[in-house]
C-alpha cells in the first residue's frame, strides 16, 4: 500500500526558514510532489522530486531521500504570503496517472 | 490561456435534486480530473479520463457520474445529492506526456446539500 505522512500545522516567523516534512511509504517510488493551497483557492504545483537531493527554486527548495521515504519542502525568507496549506503527494504504485495526496501541513507565518 | 475553468463558484442544493459541475480546459490536455476536498480529509479521486469517450472510477465513485465527449469538457454530475456530497470540488488537468505528470487545478466549486 501507499501513506504519506505530513505534520498538521506549522508556525514560522516572517523572514525565517521552515522546513515542512513528508514521509511515505510505497511499494513503487515514482516521484513526488509539493503542491500549495492557499486556503479557499486551488492547490499549484511547486515541485516535483525523483532523483534524491535538493532541488532549488528561488526560495523554496524540495529534498528527496528515497531509502529512507522521506522529502521535505524548505521555504526561505518567509513571506507573510507563504501561509498556507503544504500538499504531498505521490503517484499511485499501480496507475502512476493517479496521485496520492496527504493531508497537507497548515504553515501559519506570523509578523 | 484561461487554463481550467470551472462552474459555479457557489451552490446550494436540496437533498434529493440533481445538478453538473462543469471543467473546461484550454490546454489541450489529454488527462482530467474530480476531485473532492473535505476539511481534514485531504484530496481525494472521484472520476479520471485519459481522453475523450474513455473514463474511469477513482477512489470515491459512488453517487457521481461523468462523461467526456471532448478533449475541453470533463462535466461532474450529481444524482439524488446527499449532505454527504457536501465538499469543495476541483477539476484538474494533465497533459499525459510525462509519467507522472504535474496536474492543473481548476478554481472549485463550493457545494452545500441541505
Known amino acids: 500500500g501507499q501513506n504519506i505522512d505530513q505534520p498538521t500545522e506549522m508556525t514560522a516567523t516572517e523572514g525565517a526558514i521552515v522546513q515542512i516534512n513528508c514521509t511515505y511509504q510505497?511499494?513503487?517510488?515514482?516521484?513526488l510532489f509539493w503542491y500549495q493551497q492557499h486556503a479557499g483557492e486551488a492547490p499549484t504545483f511547486l515541485s516535483y522530486?525523483?532523483l534524491d537531493g535538493l532541488e532549488e527554486k528561488g526560495r523554496f527548495s524540495s529534498f528527496l531521500s528515497r531509502s529512507k521515504g522521506y522529502s521535505y519542502l524548505l521555504l526561505k525568507e518567509l513571506q507573510m504570503k507563504d501561509s498556507a496549506s503544504y500538499l504531498c503527494?505521490?503517484?499511485?504504485?499501480?496507475?502512476?496517472?493517479?496521485?496520492?495526496w496527504g493531508l497537507g501541513t497548515s504553515l501559519a507565518v506570523n509578523p | 490561456n484561461a487554463g481550467v475553468t470551472q462552474t459555479p463558484k457557489f451552490r446550494i442544493l436540496k437533498i434529493g435534486q440533481s445538478m453538473t459541475l462543469q471543467c473546461t480546459q484550454d490546454?489541450?490536455?489529454?488527462?482530467m480530473y474530480w476531485y473532492r476536498q473535505d476539511p481534514g480529509m485531504g484530496l481525494k479521486l472521484i472520476y479520471y479520463?485519459?481522453?475523450?469517450?474513455?473514463?474511469d472510477k477513482g477512489e470515491v465513485p459512488n453517487g457521481y457520474n461523468v462523461s467526456r465527449s471532448t478533449t475541453e469538457d470533463f462535466p461532474l454530475r450529481l444524482e439524488l445529492a446527499a449532505p454527504s456530497q457536501t465538499s469543495v470540488y476541483f477539476c484538474?488537468?494533465?497533459?499525459?506526456?510525462?509519467?507522472?505528470?504535474?496536474?492543473?487545478f481548476g478554481p472549485g466549486t463550493r457545494l452545500t446539500v441541505l
Open positions: 484538474a488537468s494533465s497533459s499525459g506526456l510525462a509519467v507522472p505528470d504535474t496536474q492543473y
Open positions: 490546454m489541450n490536455h489529454n488527462y
Open positions: 479520463s485519459v481522453g475523450a469517450g474513455i473514463t
Open positions: 510505497t511499494s513503487g517510488f515514482n516521484g
Open positions: 522530486n525523483v
Open positions: 503527494a505521490l503517484p499511485n504504485a499501480g496507475n502512476n496517472r493517479k496521485l496520492i
